[in-house]
């Protein structure tokens, strides 16, 4: 018998058959759905991480908090007391023995050239401080 005719001892030879063979598609499913099911426990292994939230509110000024800015002429300003660009470095390393050591906010100026944080972040890096952060302005 060939795919898509009657039998032979039917009264029409040549007609074609009018039904569909479900068991191939039957098949065809049931492989997928095994597929499905070996593999969905494999993708669900994942690294537990705890993210960090972010919020756009301003943060409260600890007293353990240096507050080293830097304008658009590429003044610092430590603590809001301007320093010169060679003391800088002097100042955060006296900072850096302190116990516990204290976070380094850097406020840059829009206007501010990179150079200028650039120089500033190396200077801290170099006295030693290990909590360094940015501070910007949330959108209004």
């Known amino acids: 018998m060939s795919f898509g ?3 032979a001892g039917s009264e029409s030879d040549n007609e074609v058959m009018n039904e569909i063979n479900m068991t191939p598609l039957v098949d065809v499913m049931l492989v997928l759905l095994i597929i499905f099911i070996i593999t969905v426990p494999v993708m669900k292994h994942a690294v537990n991480v705890e993210l960090p939230t972010a919020t756009s509110q301003p943060q409260q000024t600890k007293p353990e908090t240096l507050q080293l800015s ?3 002429q590429g003044t610092y300003f430590l603590n809001q007391i301007p320093v ?3 003391a800088l470095g002097a100042a955060l390393q006296a900072e850096a023995a302190k116990e516990p050591q204290p976070e380094l906010h850097i406020r840059g100026d829009k206007a501010a050239r990179y150079e200028h944080v650039a120089q500033a972040m190396a200077a801290a890096q170099t006295a030693g401080l290990r ?3 940015f501070i910007t302005e949330p959108k209004p």
């Open 84 to 86: 010169a660009g060679d």
């Open 5 to 7: 005719m009657q039998d």
């Open 131 to 133: 909590k360094i952060g």
């Open 70 to 72: 830097v304008d658009a």
